[in-house]
């Protein structure tokens, strides 16, 4: 399951678009080490899916955030800045 959800800012500086899955989550011990380039945890990954989301998103000055759900899975939030 993957449940898009569209968010603002109180002051409205930014809006955000929040992505969560029904995954396992993310394992805390390498929640900080997601948007580093080439760091996977997958046989076949190249650890650089998260690294350009994240590159293409700072380029239109935003910012991305992650964290684990209270019910299930991951919750990204991309937020990018209102014209
Ligand atoms: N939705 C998610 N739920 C749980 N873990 C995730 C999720 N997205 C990313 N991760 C973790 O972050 C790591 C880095 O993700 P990233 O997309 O940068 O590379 P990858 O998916 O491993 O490789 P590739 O992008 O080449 O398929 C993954 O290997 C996985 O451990
Ligand atoms: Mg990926």
Redesign the pocket.
Known sequence: MIRIQVLNDKENRYVGIQIQ?S????PTE?IDN?FEPF????TA???????ICYDIVQNHGGYITVENSPTE??I?DVWLPTL
């Open positions: 899955d995954g396992p989550g993310i390498i997601l760091f996977t945890t997958k990954g190249t650890g650089l899916g998260l690294a899975g991951a990204f």
